[in-house]
């Protein structure tokens, strides 16, 4: 409890990290929670099979042992930029997230949903912009997809993207496309630039 980055204004109130873990019947489980936060919650839970060895002593993750796990949140964006330990950036918007975790140590299956609306981010060093972000990433277990991925510069420019990755063979692989129309990647005191990619 009471952590603060240096630098977080004084009327903030600090955050605090809730947490219990648990290691019974060679599984070990953690339950975690963000406290005090306004406007951001987030829960997490794993479940992992973890054996203890005798020769050599140690710990071991079996592969074929079953694993569980799950993250649940929302989060305005601009709450969280005030407790970050930089003043160039700023945020807006909310992301909510449920993601999900079973199958094995040796397969895991990931899935869930996290989207991202109404955002904007702005780094006051470059200028960059990227105004009206939208995106949402999907999975199933097997596979996750980029959904709606665009966003404006505020100027007259944009980018948007899309893209997917999957489990292929003992590991994972994908592809993606960013598209950017005339995009402000530059604009500052150095000058203006915009790109086309």
């Known amino acids: 409890s009471g952590i603060r980055w240096r630098g977080t204004p004084r009327n903030l109130p600090p955050l605090a990290i809730v947490a219990d873990g648990r290691w019974q ?24 099979p973890l054996v203890l060895a005798a020769r050599p002593a140690g710990f071991s993750l079996p592969p074929d042992g079953a694993i569980s796990g799950r993250a649940d949140g929302n989060v305005d964006l601009a709450r969280i930029r005030t407790y970050l330990p930089t003043e160039t950036l700023t945020m807006a918007g909310r992301l909510d997230a449920a993601l999900r975790l079973d199958g094995t140590v040796a397969a895991p299956r990931p899935g869930g949903r996290a989207s991202l609306t109404g955002a904007r981010i702005e780094d006051g060093t470059t200028g960059i912009v990227l105004a009206d972000l939208r995106a ?10 980029l959904e709606n991925l665009s966003a404006t510069d505020g100027a007259g420019g944009g980018v948007r993207g899309s893209g997917f ?6 590991g994972w692989g994908g592809e993606a496309t960013v598209t950017a129309e005339r ?4 604009a500052n005191d150095l000058g203006r630039a915009v790109a086309t990619a």
């Open 25 to 48: 019947d060679g599984r070990a489980s953690l339950t975690a929670a963000l406290r005090d936060v306004p406007d951001a919650a987030l829960t997490v839970e794993a479940s992992v």
């Open 136 to 145: 949402a990433v999907v999975g199933d277990g097997s596979r996750f997809q």
């Open 165 to 170: 990755a999957e489990r292929r063979g003992d």
């Open 183 to 186: 995009f402000r990647v530059l």
